[in-house]
């Protein structure tokens, strides 16, 4: 960027312009290269990070295939049957982030319906990668919510994988602690990793903010597209060690 700059100013410098007019010129393109430059940086992480993801599942169906191939060359048709099931449900995460994809690309409108918070979290929870050694605990009580369960079910599948990457290898606790105010619902998911400083509890909603080297730093801009998109609020609270990242819902009307 720094000779592209140079260059930039001593053309103009040579030509016959006066004033503040040419710098001003010249300032605006280098802003526009600037963020043209970390755009393409954006989306080439976006990129790099989607493909990695659906390698995963991809592999797997590709091994899956050869497998079932060999099962049913030796006429075990039930075995089969089973991983043919492992298949669709490879089949259903692929489907699911290109879904996530479009969505936070479109910003759909939420689809609310009643779903019950427990269902949510144990969907969210599912679709973490296997092996993480993670405890969890529950406080509060059982909520029903009025929401787009699809979208939900990424939000807390992001706050989940922010925190379980946030503890690392070693293991740590999620907990997700509810409260049925009287006009609204809050849910809390905390954890025991480095925590959030609190002069980063705004910018971590920021698009594109990360401090992880595979991050895309989308999680939580998703998250807070989708809670707006309901009417509430996500924001980081202050706590020590770990993280706590709280939503408010307002109760709707009709409940
Ligand atoms: N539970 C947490 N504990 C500590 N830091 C966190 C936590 N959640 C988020 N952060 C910080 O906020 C940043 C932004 O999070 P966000 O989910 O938006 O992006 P990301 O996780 O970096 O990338 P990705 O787009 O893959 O989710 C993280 O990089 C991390 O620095
Ligand atoms: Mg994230």
């Known amino acids: 960027m ?3 700059d140079s260059g930039l100013h001593g053309e103009r410098g040579g ?3 006066p004033g503040n007019g040419a710098a001003d010129d010249d300032l605006a393109l280098d802003r526009r290269q600037l963020v043209r430059a970390a755009q393409l940086a954006a989306i080439e992480r976006l990129a790099a990070s989607l493909a990695h993801d659906l390698r995963n ?4 169906v590709r ?5 079932i191939k060999r099962k049913l060359a ?3 048709t039930t075995q089969a049957l089973e991983y043919l099931d492992l298949i669709d449900r490879e089949l259903s995460t692929t489907d699911r982030m290109i879904r996530e994809l479009v969505a936070m690309t479109r910003g759909e409108a ?3 319906q009643p779903v019950e918070l427990d269902e949510l979290l144990a969907a969210a929870r599912d679709r973490l990668p296997a092996g993480l050694r993670i405890q969890w605990t529950r406080e509060g009580p059982g909520l029903t919510l009025h929401l787009d369960r699809d979208q939900f079910v990424q939000v807390f599948g992001n706050l989940f994988l922010n925190a379980a990457q946030a503890m690392g290898g070693e293991g740590g606790t999620i907990s997700v602690r509810s409260r049925a105010g009287d006009e609204a619902d809050e849910i809390r998911v905390i954890d025991t990793g480095p925590g959030i400083a609190p002069e980063l509890a705004e910018q971590v909603f920021e698009p594109l903010f990360t401090s992880r080297k595979s991050g895309a730093g989308l999680g939580l801009t998703i998250c807070r597209q989708i809670v707006e998109r309901h009417g509430g609020t996500i924001s980081v609270e202050p706590n020590a060690p770990g993280a706590v990242l709280c939503i408010r819902l307002p109760r709707a009307p009709f409940e």
Request: glycine share 4%; charged share 20%; proline share 10%.
């Open 74 to 76: 030796k006429g075990e």
């Open 15 to 17: 030509s016959q312009l």
């Open 57 to 60: 599942p991809l592999a797997v």
């Open 2 to 4: 720094a000779s592209t």
């Open 63 to 67: 091994n899956t295939v050869y497998v």
């Open 110 to 112: 939420p689809r609310r």
